[in-house]
């Protein structure tokens, strides 16, 4: 009989129907967070195809050991490009030009190295670690409120569009090094001092392989790592926007439907997290049931919390792996902008040299940018938790129980979350302005000295 023609139609609950939008807006949650995966798989994908990563460990035997001799083929081409160009700086350390035209290919292939060692030590690290961050994020959207869909649209469109820019700013950068550069007599591209004459048959062509191959692999290793990378702090970024939203929304009337808002759950048994502050193995013990999060302010609240406590863990984790290389990356940025800026100011005239030295200074200052704006976004949220929490409306369920949860929480939460490059950087733009800076000083510095030399 059609529905018109009854004298009533059954329609659904207001609690079924708020379950199924629930349902539908973590499975849209679950899309996106599954194009981060396959992102992230992307990036990997990129050093396995450079030999820099590691073979799976289903692979036959034969490949495994293929692989093995492949990695270890890699990392002796650039370990000799990177020797050759060392002999070129120290013995023509009394030509500025020289030393410094080598030094920015140098302090370049340094940092590229010193990555790639750390995956190639930590890479089981870093596959947990990806996966941890991944996990986080998926168990902070399996309670949505609204609006988790648009922040991971927002940072999925991010990581793409400076995944697929930084890729097409490398591809020009190996066709402005390998390629644009003048060469005469047989001279190879990139200024190396090798133990034979590069100058004739066959040592220019073995030559010129091993400089192809470690540019090539060398910026292609780079845009893999740094994406991977910046994929994790972009995942922090969304966590942490997220959580602010959630924390704003715990004493929301819609979330609580006309429940009696009498708080019936023990401060500390509603966030397992403050039982135990060192232990994350306490922050893992969640209920995902939607009906109960509506029942409590205490319970959303302290839920809210367990992710934060998650995130710091997660965020530690990330520091312990990636703080000295990140310290290694603030030296050789500010080693490449002022170097580079030097080569640029001297070159001026020459149009290739023009063009290689300004794409590579501008691949470092991007880069570094990247790193600090995300940094300084991640600075910026994390300080905002503690506003997001005095504004949860708590004073509406006003107890002894949820004062003490409050002020528990706005402690924590006054711990901020930091992006570190060693002991001495916080990746922020105040890190960024400084570098810029001291670049300009020992540009200025290189520029005065090259003047007296010329008088």
Not at 138 to 156: A, N, Q, S, T
């Amino acid at each position: 009989m059609p529905c018109a023609q009854r004298v009533r139609c059954p329609l659904p609950s207001s609690s079924s129907s708020r379950n199924g939008v629930a349902g539908m807006t973590r499975e849209r949650g679950d899309s996106r967070l599954e194009q981060f995966r396959k992102l992230s798989a992307l990036h990997l994908t990129y050093l396995k195809y450079v030999g820099l990563w590691a073979p799976d460990s289903n692979s036959p035997a034969i490949l495994r050991y293929s692989y093995h001799v492949y990695n270890k083929s890699i990392l002796a081409i650039i370990l000799i490009f990177m020797m050759t160009l060392f002999a070129d700086i120290c013995s023509s350390f009394d030509d500025l030009s020289i030393v410094t035209d080598d030094g920015c290919i140098f302090a370049g292939i340094v940092v590229v190295f010193f990555k790639v060692m750390i995956f190639q030590t930590r890479h089981e690290q870093i596959v947990r670690l990806l996966r941890k961050t991944i996990d986080s994020c998926d168990r902070l959207c399996k309670f949505p409120i609204g609006g988790e869909d648009e922040v991971l649209d927002k940072y999925l469109l991010l990581c793409r569009v400076t995944f697929y820019g930084f890729s097409i700013l490398a591809f020009f950068l190996v066709i402005a090094l390998l390629f644009l550069v003048p060469v005469e007599n047989g001279e190879l591209p990139v200024r190396a001092r090798y133990p034979f004459d590069t100058t004739v048959y066959p040592w220019h062509g073995i030559g010129f392989f091993v400089e192809a191959c470690t540019v090539t692999i060398g910026v292609t290793a780079i845009i893999g790592i740094d994406s991977l990378i910046t994929n994790l702090c972009v995942l922090f970024l969304v966590q942490l926007e997220i959580l602010n939203a959630h924390f704003k929304s715990c004493g929301s009337d819609e979330t609580l439907d006309g429940v009696d808002k009498r708080d019936n759950s023990d401060a500390t048994g509603g966030n397992a997290c403050f039982a135990g502050v060192s232990s994350a193995a306490n922050c893992e013990k969640d209920n995902y049931d939607l009906d109960a999060i509506r029942h409590g302010f205490t319970e959303r609240f302290g839920r809210s919390i367990r992710n934060h406590q998650r995130l710091l863990f997660v965020v530690d984790d990330f520091n312990k792996i990636f703080s000295v290389a990140m310290f290694v990356q603030m030296l050789s940025s500010t080693t490449m902008i002022c170097l580079t800026g030097f080569q640029a100011a001297l070159v001026i005239g020459q149009s290739s040299n023009t063009y290689k030295f300004a794409i590579y200074l501008m691949a470092a200052v991007s880069q570094l940018f990247y790193f600090c704006w995300i940094g300084n976004e991640v600075i910026y949220q994390s300080a905002s938790l503690t506003q997001s929490q005095w504004l949860s409306k708590w004073d509406d369920v006003l107890s002894v129980k949820t004062g003490r949860l409050l002020m528990l929480s706005m402690i924590f939460s006054k711990k901020a979350i930091n992006l570190k490059a060693g002991v001495f950087y916080v990746l922020s733009m105040e890190t960024y302005t400084a570098i810029l800076k001291g670049s300009y000083s020992f540009f200025a510095l290189l520029n005065t000295m090259h003047s007296e030399d010329e008088q």
